[in-house]
Nanobody, 125 residues
Framework: QVQLVESGGGLVQAGGSLRLSCAAS????????MGWFRQAPGKEREFVAA????????YYADSVKGRFTISGDNAKNTVNLQMNSLKPEDTAVYYC??????????????????WGQGTQVTVSS
């Protein structure tokens, strides 16, 4: 069984920063792709960022490019999302996800096999 636990969410003013972390346990993640998704009230879950664990390929949604940075720590089985210049439209529940090697697109939620419980990020204007 795989467990993903997110932390680091909270309330921040527009223009501020937050750092989300996702701790993975239960399996060896050396070949997994790790992703971050978010879901705002009344909206569908959307892709934010992803990183391939050993290949180092990184993907970002256009809406967060230049503001968010995803990084992984293989030794600690964690993946982080540094979020800068936050905007009110970034308000959402943020989810960490893990994908066993599948060849599927890392930007699609259906690709991912395991999900965390989510952490709330609220950006006030």
């Amino acid at each position: 069984q795989v467990q993903l636990v997110e932390s680091g969410g909270g309330l921040v003013q527009a223009g501020g920063s937050l750092r989300l972390s996702c701790a993975a346990s239960g399996r060896t993640f050396s070949r997994y792709t790790m992703g971050w998704f978010r879901q705002a009230p009344g909206k569908e879950r959307e892709f934010v960022a992803a990183i391939t664990w050993n290949g180092g390929r990184i993907y970002y949604a256009d809406s967060v490019k230049g503001r968010f940075t995803i990084s992984g720590d293989n030794a600690k089985n964690t993946v982080n999302l540094q979020m800068n210049s936050l905007k009110p439209e970034d308000t959402a529940v943020y989810y960490c996800a893990a994908d066993r090697p599948s060849g599927s697109s890392p930007t699609e939620s259906l690709t991912y096999d395991y999900w965390g419980q989510g952490t709330q990020v609220t950006v006030s204007s």
